[in-house]
């Protein structure tokens, strides 16, 4: 009620109408009683003119004379009624007096009312008489005898009791006024205030929409304009409610989208300031997308290729690429940056936003391709060329000793023993990289695998007078798997052990089973592998000291065997190692589900 | 004269525009001394001949953008004439300017040690080292966040660091020294490790002077010297 009080509609209506009401009420109670005290006044007139008439004739015969009984018959005449009665002799001697003594009197000669009898025949006179205190109304008219003015008659009333019948007149007007003006005003307040009210409940509406709440509706019980008015906003909140409920899903839409996005999406205006991150964006640069939004791009990352990207797209309006590379844990992160310039509907440039592609995998992938190729070629050129030498020279010299001849062709032979091995190797690995399901899997107890694998490398490790210990678990330890595959993973373990280990040195070869896995480890305290090479060593070809490898008669396959045998067979490889003091290989492959042993 | 406000205030807005653009080349040529830091502490701890090399080849760039940002300062100061905190932030780019490019410089140097480095023998590092390098670069890192946030917390927390470092700094000679006296072979490598270890804590010291450039901005005060 006190807000509706604060109204400036309420009070602009009200105010207007108030004081028409008002102003109203008092015009018509100043016309009735001025109309009443004319009237009042009139009547005394007339009666006083009419009394003056009467005493003129009283007056008649005594106007010349100067008669002592004179002065009483009119106070006697006086005394039975309100009227004072005044004779006056032309001269303005007053000759008698219904109230004073005449002979007290001043000269009535320039009373006005005297004054305008002696020319206009009628003199009518109010004024205040400070011998009667109080204000009368005085009537004055000649007495004529012989043709000649002979004196005045006045007539007087006091008029007191105007005053009384005034004021009782004016109560009894307000009296009769107040209860209409009361009606009128406290109707018209309800009506200004029921323009009010809806226009303070609608502006109330239209706020809450403007600030958000679009299941605001305006309610006000009116069939008329105002009530049309509130129906239009209603309407208009609706559209605008399922306006915004559209806009709100197409950009949920689009914002789910951007952030599932693999590649990092940075947005920003004509300034530099970023208008949107994504969570991939945050990641690759490493920022945070609220402290992010609202600043510029130079403030928020300092890759510098992400603030050039950008700019340029800007400047050439053009998608452009580029790449950077982002250092992250212990490598970088290479990454490719596609800026491309961001315009409106009006075909304007607003601003440029950039992706954020992640290729450092790619990269790695073709760098192990390109290697691949070419230590294929290498690996493949080396036995080549020794055989083709070889044999020129034999074909060359007829006459050659046998003895080299022997070591000739025993050379040959060792290196086509290589070439095979690499060829079988490659073989191998193709067959488990391209179609693991071709394994054939078998139940297969893996302690024979190692134990296979032990006989077989145990005089190498003898010769070279590296000791190797093998302790196997006690029950058998069954896994689905290809048999072949898994003596080939044993044995390239062991025999890489044997071979990286210097004299003196020792080779530990253990199976046990962990949980559901089975789990071979071989340790050796051999050279070790660095840090850096250490997830590179499964690389194909990969060696870490190529001369040393080749020496030792590795085809630079092994490692790459283990690693997809253990991966054909759900498995997984790791290791363990320090320069100078050994590695550790760990594989662990999931055991046989079902039965267990009764397939040995 | 009548426009003398707007004229004012279209001045003002010049001012605003080129100060902008200052910060974002001193922030641009921040994020490169960011990045040559890193990539030649990266050759040092990984042995990478060719990132060594890129360090160098990168350090033309930064010396172009230091000549471009000294002139766009002195341009500022001579058309605008600043006052207060638009004075104090050209004085502070012009300083951090410099600083900049210096850690630019050790950082070429710190990549010429890296790839002699990488062509000796590995060198058994004591564990202080990666804390060295890891605090350097924290350091550089986050006396550049506190230039842009203007920061004088996050500067000061630089300064403090800076302490540590040069007690690594000065471990750092105890142990090559003791390495060295272990095995001659390893003086060469130890040498240039130690070249290495002192380039990285001239880093350390210029970042600590970013940092009090940038409290000077901040705050007004001179911490130089005085802390």
Known sequence: MSRILRSRLLW???????????????????????????????????????????????ALPYIDATDPSFQDRIRALGSRTDTRYTVVAADGRVLADSRENPAAMDNHRDRPEIMSAATNGFGVSTRFSRTLGSTSMYVAIPVIKDGREAGFVRTSMTLDILEARRAATRRSVALGLILPVLAALVLGFLIARGFSRPMLTMTDGARAVASGDYSHRVRIGRRDEIGDLADALNAMTERLKSQIETITADRNVTLAILSSMVEGVVAVDREDYVVHVNSAAEVILGIDAKTAKGRRIWEV????EVGEALNDAMKEKRVRVSETRIPKGSSDQVIQLIGAPLKNAGDELVGAVLVLHDVSNLRSLEAVRQDFVANISHELKTPLAAIRGLVETLVDDRDMDPDTRLRFTTKIRDQSMRLSNIVSDLLTLSRLESDPSRIQFEAIDLREAVAESYRAQAHVAEDKHVAIKAAVANDPV??????????????????????????????DVRLGVEGSNAVLTVDDTGIGIAPEDQGRVFERFYRVDKARSRQLGGTGLGLSIVKHVALAHGGIVSLKSAPGRGSSFRVQIPLRRGPGPNGS | MFDQPPKKKVMAKHLQRDLDQLAKELLTMGGLVEEATNRAITALVRHDRALAREVASGDDAINDRENLIEENALKILALHQPVAADLRFIVTALKVNNDLERIADHAVSIGERAEVLANLDPLPLPEDFDKLVTMVQSMVHDCLNALVERSADLARSVCMRDDEVDRIHRQMYVDMQAVMRRDPKFIEPAINAISATRHLERIADLATNVAEDVVFMVEGEILRHNY
């Open chain 1, 478 to 507: 069954m896994i689905d798997g290809d048999g072949e595959a898994l003596r080939e993973l044993v044995d390239n373990l062991v025999s890489n052990a044997i071979k990286y280990t210097p004299e003196g040195g020792h080779v």
């Open chain 1, 12 to 58: 602009e209506l009200y105010t207007g109408y108030a004081v028409v009401i008002l102003l109203t009420a008092f015009m018509i109670g100043r016309f009735v009683v001025g109309d009443f005290e004319r009237g009042f006044v009139e009547r005394t007139q007339e009666s006083l003119h009419s009394d003056a008439i009467l005493l003129r004739d009283i």
């Open chain 1, 301 to 304: 990352t300092r890759v510098v």
